[in-house]
């Protein structure tokens, strides 16, 4: 799109006007209408073919050629084929490889991007104060602020990115009762409160002795637990106790009832084992002391720390609050229900990022669609309380992909800007302003917003929960899994126990296309696969899925 009829021109181009005087006479039109639109505020561009800052549009490369559906099947084309080679599409991203860190401050791997900056552009900023108009479904070819051009960070470096993103801040605090503080993260370090136990108990239900034996005993019910404290046992002497009372003052030991002989007739007591002093007594402070560590900060908390921390005297605990998760569902041919037809498909990401989101520790908010609406995606993202905004689709460059403008109309922070993995390299990861909620861009694909959201939303959820964030261990991979010549490659894999004594391993699954949920499905980790691919017999990373080590996934037929 240019400022006048004739085409648009970009800095070194191979177009040329007629002749001199022609340029000059277009070049004044254009000017004439670019600082007309910029009085009404009618656009974000300062400048056209031969004015100040002229950009091509998103939706339109710098020789004219709109982007188009066949362009888009193309690269998921190379998405699902691991071994295609380098894209034949001259405005495809190139990869890390064939752009090295020239040394500059906008480094890819710092999180930062930067825009492509012309000497028409630094003659001529655009106003301060205004806003330019977002692009609509009547307009999708209206121009938009240039993507950065420098390679989008490895895998590895957009988890870290995105986990420094989460821990920014120091975490929230809240104290919640034992019985409301299930799955959160602690907040603070658990210290005990009392020695535990906090006064000398019997392990066993038997009888507590001292001195040696036999023992005169009396008869009668004994020491019970929940019992104050009892006289001072004397020595030769013995009494019935139950598990968890107190053992008396002076107690040598405490004898099982079933290693303990009763002589009725001769009130005595013999034991059939030998006594060893302290034996099945438990001492006061055994488990550990008042003021001692019980678990650190960032511990979730299980059952298990829930017992743990009513043992030591708590009834509430100091915790982080979960994340809270807004989930917009863009596109315009999603259907919540029946059969896909005419063109409209299934919303699958609905349904799916919400547990999955909770499985991370999160709140998320139940999916709210938008359609291809660039307004009601502004509203949706000014309006949020969320700690975190996930969108789905619209990260690309074609005229309905609007996240990109969005939010480069509100000024929002690019953190993470494309990610050098397959499927779901558009993924993105921004901050909105003033310290506003995170979002991430998640891909339309399936399987690619699987990826965005293992990539970026979980070490992000991670260090907004103060929990640590998973890191990849490494198994032995069952066969041969194909990589991209340049990006990692994340590929569902189910584990498998080693036969005949043979080491465990994991499998690739079928189905890994990233339009496909069918693998993934039947999967219990993805394996990261490295540019280039593995042999079989060899490691590879694994990423684990939240519910994997609970849930007895099989293969069944999806190998």
């Not at 906008?106 to 330019?132: H, K, L």
């Not at 637990?225 to 003052?249: F, K, N, Y």
């Not at 949706?380 to 990260?395: P, Y």
């Amino acid at each position: 799109m240019t400022g006048s009829d004739g085409p648009h021109r970009e800095p070194g181009s191979d177009f040329r006007p007629a002749g001199p005087a022609s340029e000059r006479a277009r070049e004044e039109e254009e000017r004439a209408v670019e600082q007309a639109l910029a009085l009404v505020g009618g656009s974000d561009r300062t400048g056209g073919a031969g004015g100040a800052g002229g950009r091509p549009s998103r939706s339109q490369d710098p020789r004219g050629h709109q982007d188009s559906q066949d362009s888009q099947s193309h690269q998921d084309a190379r998405d699902e084929d691991p071994n295609a080679g380098p894209s034949s599409d001259p405005h495809a991203r190139r990869s890390t490889d064939s752009h090295p860190y020239d040394g500059r401050d906008n480094d890819p791997r710092d999180g930062r991007t930067t825009t492509t900056t012309t000497a028409a552009t630094a003659t001529a900023p655009e106003p301060v104060g205004e806003q330019p108009p977002l692009p609509d479904r009547a307009s999708p070819g209206d121009p938009a602020k240039s993507r950065p051009t420098l390679p989008p960070p490895s895998w590895n470096r957009a988890r870290a990115i995105a986990s420094r993103a989460g821990r920014g801040g120091p975490p929230a605090t809240i104290r919640l009762p034992l019985d409301r503080a299930l799955g959160h993260v602690l907040a603070e370090a658990l210290g005990a409160l009392t020695d535990l136990p906090s006064f000398d108990t019997s392990a066993m239900d038997g009888w507590a002795v001292a001195g040696p034996g036999p023992w005169a005993f009396e008869a009668g019910a004994g020491l019970l637990a929940g019992r104050g404290p009892a006289a001072v046992l004397p020595d030769g002497t013995a009494v019935r106790i139950a598990t968890g009372a107190r053992v008396p003052p002076d107690t040598t030991a405490v004898i099982r009832s079933e290693h303990a002989h009763v002589d009725e007739a001769r009130g005595l007591l013999h034991a059939r084992r030998s006594v060893v002093t302290g034996q099945d007594i438990r001492p006061r402070g055994q488990e550990c002391r008042s003021g001692e560590q019980l678990v650190p900060a960032g511990t979730v908390v299980t059952p298990a720390v829930l017992g743990l921390a009513a043992a030591a005297g708590y009834d509430a605990l100091p915790v982080v609050p979960r994340p809270r998760v807004d989930v917009l569902v863009l596109g315009d041919e999603l259907l919540n229900a029946g059969l896909p037809h005419d063109g409209l498909i299934r919303d699958a990401l609905g349904p799916m990022l919400g547990p999955w989101l909770r499985a991370l520790g999160a709140e998320a908010s139940d999916p709210r669609p938008l359609g291809d609406d660039a307004g009601a995606l502004r509203s949706a993202l000014t309006s949020s309380d969320a700690d975190l905004i996930v969108t789905t689709g619209g990260t690309a460059a074609g005229p309905l992909d609007h996240v990109h403008p969005v939010l480069e109309a509100l000024g929002a922070e690019l953190l993470v800007d494309g990610v050098a993995v397959r499927p779901g390299h558009p993924m993105l990861l921004a901050r909105l302003p003033p310290d506003g909620p995170y979002l991430v861009g998640l891909p339309g694909n399936p399987l690619a917003a699987v990826s965005g959201l293992l990539t970026l939303a979980e070490p992000l959820l991670a260090g907004i929960a103060g929990r640590p964030a998973q890191d990849p261990y490494r198994a032995l991979v069952h066969a041969e899994v194909h990589g991209h010549p340049h990006d990692t490659r994340l590929v569902p894999v189910v584990h498998r126990p080693g036969r005949k004594g043979g080491r465990d391993h994991v499998a690739p699954l079928r189905y890994n296309g990233p339009a496909m949920l069918r693998g993934i499905a039947a999967a219990d980790g993805l394996a990261v696969v490295p540019p280039g691919g593995v042999r079989s017999g060899t490691e590879v990373e694994i990423l684990d899925l939240p519910w994997a080590p609970a849930t007895p996934w099989t293969e069944g037929c999806f190998t």
